[in-house]
Each structure stands twice: as C-alpha cells, then as structure tokens.
C-alpha cells in the first residue's frame, strides 16, 4: 500500500461524512423537536401543524389552550414556561416564534394574533398581585427581550416592544413602545423603512 | 441660548454628530437611532419643561432640528396660554 496516496481518499470520505452529517442534522432536530411538542402539549384543546419545540418546557394546562400553526418554540439557556390556569385562555396565533426562556401565564386570557415573534425572557402575564386583566397581543408585533407585559395591555398589530421595557399600558398599533414606564413613539420616527 | 443652538448642543454632545443641517432628517441621515430619540425627547421635557404626549412622538414634530425647534416654540407657546 502507497502510503502517500492514502491521506487524500481519506479526507474527502471525511469531508463527505461531515456534509452528510450537517445536511442530517437539522432534520433530525426538527423531528425531535416536532415530537417534543406533540409531547409537551398534549393536555392543549388544539395544537395546529408543525408546532415544534427545540428544547425543555414548563407546561400546564387547567383551563383552554388553543395553539395555531408553525409555532416554534426555540431552546436555550432557560426553559420556556407555558401556564393556563383553571378557567382561563390562551390562545396563539400561527407563525408564532418564541426563543428561550419565554414566560406565558393566563389567569383569565392571553391572546397573541398571527405571525409574532417574542425574544428570548419575555414575561406575559395577566395578574401582577393586584390586577388580573386580559392581556391581546395583535398580529405581526415583535416583543424583544427582556420585555414585561403587564395585565391589561393591548399592543396593536405591527408593533415593537423595546428590550427591557414594561408595557403598563396599551400600545397602539404600528407603534414603538420602550422604556418603564414604555412610552409609545410612532414607529415611522425611528424606522428606516416604515412599518419594518 | 436659543432653543435652536440648546437643542443643538444637546444633540452634538449627546449623539456626537454635528455635521448635519437644520432640516436634515435624523432618521434618514441616521443621525438618531430609536433609543436616542427617546433621550431627545426626555431633554425636552426637562430642559423646556414641557410634557409631549405619546401621540405627539411622530416625524413631522421630532424628525429635523427646526421642526424640533418649532414643536417645542409651538407647545411653550400653549403651556404659557393656557
């Protein structure tokens, strides 16, 4: 045997496995994670297709739960924390995206519409100890991380809400909200293209 | 001082730019980012001793140094009358 010849076929049947393998794992993710969901959420009244969930979840569910389609629940540092109490609803739009450490909790109902996107320790909840309140969340906002909404607050379709903000009151659509107390500016103040 | 240079001062210390003309817009010569439109807004408040409502927050009263200058004469002018 040539011992000069072998490193060659070597390295490319390795460079092969490799793609093979980063070609393969993504799918498998997805499968896993599409599993996990079907799993986690098997106490919600409905749960639409392709609901997947790419790490650990706290759920629990007593009262309504409806789910809409293509959510994805990302995985990370912290588990995220689904939680509807007895009596109460929560209801999500499809093409939901949530990443990591997310914390929905309703006690009377949450409502997020179609297409939202939550980053990564959001806390959604509708009673703070001292007011319990629906909480609506329209279509298309983006909530970035960090961000407390609090019990009461409806924030329009196409709206942002700030890293770190506290959302203690409505926001109106096509708005940006930040600071605590959040503030709303119209989002064509600070957006380059309007409504993005 | 005048409002103009105050307000002027305030965004050349604040955001380090000051080559920019009185009706440029600060978003589109990305002078001012959305966190610093909201210090923009919190020094008017304090500075001018003004209160802007949130609906108030929109281009054509925050986008360019004169119209800054003008929403701010504007709502001095009717915190005096009233």
Redesign the interface.
Known sequence: MNARLLPAPLTSVMARVQDLRESLTPRAERAVALARARWLFRSFQTVGQNVAAYGPMLVSNEGAVELGDRLTFVGGMMPSSLVCHEGARLVIGSDVQFNYGVSLESWVSVRIGARCMFASFVRIADRDGRTTAPIVIEDDVWVAHGAILMPGVRVGARSVVAAGSIVTHDVPPDTLAMGNPARNMSLELVSRESGA | MSTRERIRGFIVDTFFVDDFSDDDSF??KGLI???G??EL?AFLEQDFGIKLE?RE???EN??SLSRVVAFVEKKQQLSRAS
Do not use: G, K, N
């Open positions: 978003l589109r980012d959305s966190t439109m909201m807004v949130d927050l929109v281009p925050l986008d």
